[in-house]
């Protein structure tokens, strides 16, 4: 019907009477406080990705399950420390870690995660000693090569010196033959640790919202990526939320991001996520690859457009037959005609033709057309249909000949 009234020369236009949503933002409270969505463009990636059927391995001092803002996120964990299933958090730094990720998103209630419906896989991999929260590299690695064995695609480890770890770059080149990619912090110690560039995981520095390093990042040539580490509100152990600063946020912010991509495009290997994080990152500092950003801050949007699935054209013609009138017919006066078509995604338009000259449209299911014989001259008159699909895509039909035998006027 629209097609026949766009190429009616009394209407200006014509289009579909589209029922469309709100161009709304998330509703979560205090997302006014989370300068760094905005920031990384996290907002527009949600419009086509939010982490959906990617799993995020938090490798930390376990997760408060029982936030509310993580609850409906969280899947079954591991701790390596203990080698048991206790994954609670033992400090509270890796409840902040899991919320800056993966805090459920849009559900009027706290904060929102980068990746907010992406799973949060809870790996203990810490203890406490003198108050604060340890870990060694041996239960880094078995705890991701754990991950790994049970579906994340994503993980993010923030810890100091991880990137100087053979064990734990042997258990990320796992993750990676898995499809996956591991992020590590930088460290918060404003000098270059000096560690040497690794392709098993991603090194994330943090930044500021005015795109400066932030005053406490570590930096050198081992890093990979930045993204936003000051002042960044998440979750707290025990159900609040709360204001931290450290590359242990800018990890897994970053993470998150690659948890967009993955989910937007999950037939992408490790290799063609991190290369478009790495292309699409906003550059800084030194233009390229630098020691303080990396190949630059993370831009979500930019990464989730360049990873979406480039659409395959479609080249399959339509089938259409004409079911009535059949061959040899003797027809007059008005003539009723049935076509049957069909077509692989759906058939837009089908006209139908009389001796060569257009004489009928129809863009509605089922398809038919009512002709006058008495503007043909009687005897053999031969009919066509033709089918096209909104590829553009056309197929004519068999031939069909009438008899058209109208009394003299």
Known sequence: MVNRL?????????????MVPVAATANDPYLGSEWHINKIAANTAWDSAQGSGITIAILDSGVDSAHADLAANMVAGYNSYDNNTNTADVCGHGTKVAGSAAA??????????????????????????????????????????????????????????????????????????????????AGNYNRDEGFIPTTSMIPVSSTDPNDARS????????????????????????????????????????????ALVMSVNPALTADQVQNILFNTAVDLGTAGRDIYFGYGRVNAAAAVAAAKPVPVPDTSPPSVSIATPGGSSSVSGLVVFDVTASDNVGVSRVDLKVNGSLVASDSSVPFGFSWDSTTVANGINTLVALAYDAAGNVTTSSAVQVNVANAPK
């Not at 799973?119 to 239960?139: D, L, N």
């Open 6 to 18: 766009k190429n009616n020369p009394h209407f200006k236009f014509a289009e579909l009477d589209q």
């Open 104 to 185: 459920v998103t849009n559900n009027a209630l706290g904060v929102a995660g980068v990746a907010g419906r992406a799973k949060i896989m809870p790996v203990r991999i810490a203890f406490v000693s003198s108050g604060s929260c340890y870990a060694y590299f041996s239960t880094m690695a078995s705890g991701l090569t754990w991950a790994a064995d049970h579906g994340a695609r994503i993980a993010n480890i923030s810890y100091a010196s991880v990137p100087s770890s053979q064990a734990v770059q042997s258990a990320a080149n796992y993750l990676r033959s898995k499809g996956g990619l591991l992020f590590v912090s």
């Open 215 to 258: 005053s406490f990042s570590s930096y050198g040539a081992f890093v990979a990526l930045s993204a936003p580490g000051s002042g960044i509100y998440t979750t707290v152990k025990g159900g609040g939320y709360g204001g931290v600063n450290g590359t242990s946020f800018s990890s897994p912010i970053a993470a998150a991001v690659g």
